[in-house]
């Protein structure tokens, strides 16, 4: 049996899901602890109810469990922080840095914290994006994002903390809400295509993005963490993709299956987020430092979101 325990702060999210269904197969069931605001109503398994700008909760859990690692998911998203910039800062920050400062104490061994392709900006080469680049977020979240590199990797190198990130691009999956992120259209257009057929796209027509299925997305995160402590070279955070397409590129692979699928425009504010964003991603580095490599393409992913949503 594992001797890890695992917290995951921002367990209720559209990746916590999934990442602790994962884990808990991973790793043993009471292994791994969830962590969020409120209990689900049909939570399963050891949960705290947890703030994560509760730096004393935070550590009243940590010592309980014995928790050795810590995911920390919490964290509000692009197009529902710029609704609240100085808010999103503080979350998405100051919960960093309790669980730094808890890994810089001794307190937990290992940590993980996602980054996004939101760090790039209006002047980062928009096609096959480098791990090193211009980067100029004009997003609270991409700003914070960033800023969250830069401490995480300050702390590997002053201090030895082990944490480790990925740079996601858009995530989709079936088994949860979307969480309020510009790439949420590519989730919602399953939705609305089983429902009624049609969608109406808050991006604009050729907007193409960065996207991965959450399969991909989870197996990613558990491959860098499990991955030995030399082959994690980069400390702020990793590039990964997956595929790319615009709007019309998923109504296509949609109407493989559902051939009367329309689908119209009404671009909103968050097109002006998405075109500070990439289009695709270069992630030679953490293909070659630890093996990554996505399994789902825009059609397979298709295929599966379909059959689970119905």
């Known amino acids: 049996m594992s001797t890890e325990k695992i917290l995951i702060i921002g367990s209720n999210g559209q990746i916590g899901l999934e990442l602790a269904a994962t884990l808990r197969k ?39 469990h014995g928790i050795t690692q810590v995911y920390l998911l919490a964290a509000l998203l ?15 920050m100051n919960g960093l840095f309790h669980i730094l400062d808890a890994a810089k104490e001794g307190l937990i061994k290992k940590v993980y914290w996602p980054s996004s392709i939101a760090v790039f900006g209006p002047g980062t080469p928009r096609v096959n994006t480098p791990q090193y680049t211009v980067m100029e977020p004009n997003t609270i979240y991409g700003i914070s994002k960033q800023a969250g590199e830069r401490f995480c990797e300050y702390y590997h190198q002053k201090y ?17 809400a979307p969480g309020g992120g510009t ?6 257009i399953y939705h609305e295509a089983i429902k009624n057929a049609s969608y109406t796209s808050f991006l604009a027509a050729g907007t193409t993005l960065p ?18 402590a030399e082959q994690v070279k980069i400390r702020s955070s990793y590039n990964v993709a997956g595929m790319s397409f615009d709007p019309e590129g998923i109504a296509a692979s949609i109407r493989k ?27 030679a580095e953490a293909r070659e430092h630890w093996n990554w490599k996505p399994e789902f393409d825009l059609d397979k992913m298709t295929e599966v979101m379909l059959s689970n949503l119905k």
Not at 83 to 92: C, E, T, V
Not at 183 to 188: I, P, R
Request: proline fraction near 6%.
């Open 257 to 283: 299956h559902i051939p009367n699928f329309t689908l119209s425009y009404n671009p909103d504010f968050r097109q002006a987020i998405a075109d500070s964003w990439p289009q695709s991603i270069n992630d």
């Open 183 to 188: 790439t949420d259209y590519a989730v919602h």
């Open 78 to 92: 692009s197009a529902t922080a710029e609704k609240n910039p100085k808010f999103a800062w503080d979350l998405n």
């Open 26 to 64: 991973n790793y043993g069931f009471d292994n791994v602890v969830c962590g969020d605001l409120r209990a689900l109503d049909n939570q399963e398994g050891p949960f705290e109810v947890l703030d994560v700008l509760d730096k004393d909760r935070f550590h009243e859990i940590v010592k309980k």
């Open 160 to 176: 030895g903390v082990d944490v480790r990130s990925i740079r996601y691009p858009g995530l989709i999956g079936w088994k949860s």
């Open 211 to 228: 996207m991965m299925y959450m399969d991909d997305a989870i197996r990613a995160t558990i491959e860098l963490m499990e991955a030995p």
